[in-house]
């Protein structure tokens, strides 16, 4: 018999991770979700993987695409991480310089470190699908300032 879900959700709050926007651009529709479920895979290949609800649009666009792009946040873009968590949304992106790279996802600009991805696999994870995406091109910033953290439902930043 499974855990209760309560249980279940209040043992995973007590894992600190790191906050990631995953972005698609697929014809003329981007979208992005925010996403703590973002690990690395493999490094030959490189490798990273993301973990997206099946009902969520940027689902059905990475499905159709291909593609995706994963930008992780640093600590002053909080505002991002609820803004792309937040289903009432309506532009996302709005106010937000955004670039390209090898796949045409958009990468915010200023955020801590980006991966951008072409579809490697994709494995059904119950309720999410499991979107492993090899790395074809990726930057970091030299002015890191430290990651955004999301722990125990609250956001939380490195204290110095």
């Known amino acids: 018999m499974p855990v209760d879900a309560e249980i279940y ?3 995973l709050a007590q894992f600190a991770s790191g906050v ?3 972005t698609v651009q697929f014809e003329d529709k981007r979208h992005g979700l925010t996403a703590s479920s973002f690990t690395s895979v493999s490094l030959d290949p490189p490798l990273v993987l993301v973990c997206v609800a099946k ?12 593609v995706f792009a994963v930008n992780i946040l640093g600590a002053e873009q909080q505002e991002w991480g609820i803004r792309f968590a937040d289903p ?16 045409g996802s958009p990468i915010l600009s200023g955020c801590l470190a980006w991966a951008d991805c072409r579809l490697y ?11 492993v995406g090899e790395v074809v091109a990726g930057g970091a910033s030299d002015k890191a300032k430290g990651p955004l953290l999301y722990y125990n439902r609250n956001w939380q930043k490195l204290k110095e």
């Open 88 to 103: 009432n949304v309506e532009d996302r992106f709005a106010g937000i310089d955004c670039t390209t790279a090898e796949t």
């Open 20 to 22: 990631t926007v995953v």
């Open 121 to 131: 696999n994709a494995y059904d994870g119950g309720d999410h699908t499991i979107f």
């Open 55 to 66: 009902g969520l649009y940027s689902h059905q666009l990475i499905e159709r695409s291909g």
């Open 9 to 11: 959700k209040n043992v």
